[in-house]
């Protein structure tokens, strides 16, 4: 069964510096991983997905994630973060199974990311 | 823009009531999504359509249905509301059943509150 833990409910930053969220995985097969990123009282939007073309895959906004077999994680980074990054994001897996009772993507909890001026 | 339209954006409701929720896919896309998401339970799969035929199902419960239409809009049906129901019904639809080449595009929501 597939599944996906964000490490962090929030993260705070100053505006500037780098971010990083965490994001690990389980998958009894090669996943297709994405994050998405919800600004308040707005839908979800795409980040960035892996597909195993790439295990570096650029995202929008600046937005890189690197997935990392042997860790079974694909982390969000930014090198330098802006007011405007402010957001709630999502790491999410593809489900094996279409289907499945958990649709064909599963959700992270999410990380609210905080920038401080 | 996602090109997901989802309607009403705000909905405000008594106990007890039903209301439909609509939304109108990407152009070109077959499948729609809907979501709940509350403070408690994050964001929770309900439901799939895929061409007008129900794909998945997830914890959808039984006081609130939905159907694709044949121009590919969608309605959730919300019945005997509850003051839990309170939350935001997220629509996404994408090109295919799914999977990586066929990522999610979400709608604004609709946010529902139950009083």
């Known amino acids: 069964a597939q599944s996906v833990t964000q490490l962090d409910s929030h993260v705070s930053v100053s505006e500037g510096t780098p971010v990083l969220l965490r994001c690990n995985y389980s998958?009894?097969?090669?996943?297709?991983l994405f994050w998405y990123v919800q600004h308040p009282n707005k839908g979800l939007q795409l980040l960035l997905k892996?597909?195993?073309?790439?295990?570096l895959v650029k995202g929008i906004n600046g937005f890189e994630a690197e997935f990392k077999k042997s860790e079974t994680s694909f982390h969000l980074t930014k090198p330098s973060a802006h007011m405007s990054d402010a957001a709630e994001y999502f790491c999410?897996?593809?489900?094996?199974?279409?289907?499945?009772?958990?649709?064909?993507?599963?959700f992270g909890k999410g990380t609210k990311l905080s920038v401080k001026p | 823009d996602s090109g997901v339209t989802q309607t009403p954006k705000h909905l405000i409701t008594a106990t007890g009531q039903r209301v439909t929720l609509r939304c109108s896919p990407r152009?070109?896309?077959?499948?729609v999504y809907w979501y709940q998401q509350s403070l408690d339970q994050g964001l929770q799969f309900l439901i799939q359509?895929?061409?007008?035929?129900?794909?998945a199902k997830g914890n959808i419960l039984e006081r609130f249905s939905a159907q694709q239409f044949p121009d590919l809009h969608s309605e959730l049906n919300l019945s005997s509301l509850e003051l839990g129901d309170s939350a935001l019904y997220f629509c996404?639809?994408?090109?295919?059943?799914?999977?990586?080449?066929?990522?999610?595009?979400f709608g604004n929501g609709t946010r529902l509150t139950v009083t």
């Open positions: 359509y895929y061409n007008g035929e129900e794909r």
């Open positions: 999410v897996v593809s489900s094996s199974s279409y289907g499945g009772s958990q649709g064909n993507l599963i």
């Open positions: 998958s009894s097969y090669s996943p297709s």
């Open positions: 892996y597909t195993s073309a790439a295990t």
């Open positions: 996404a639809s994408s090109a295919r059943t799914g999977g990586s080449n066929s990522p999610l595009h």
């Open positions: 152009s070109g896309d077959l499948s």
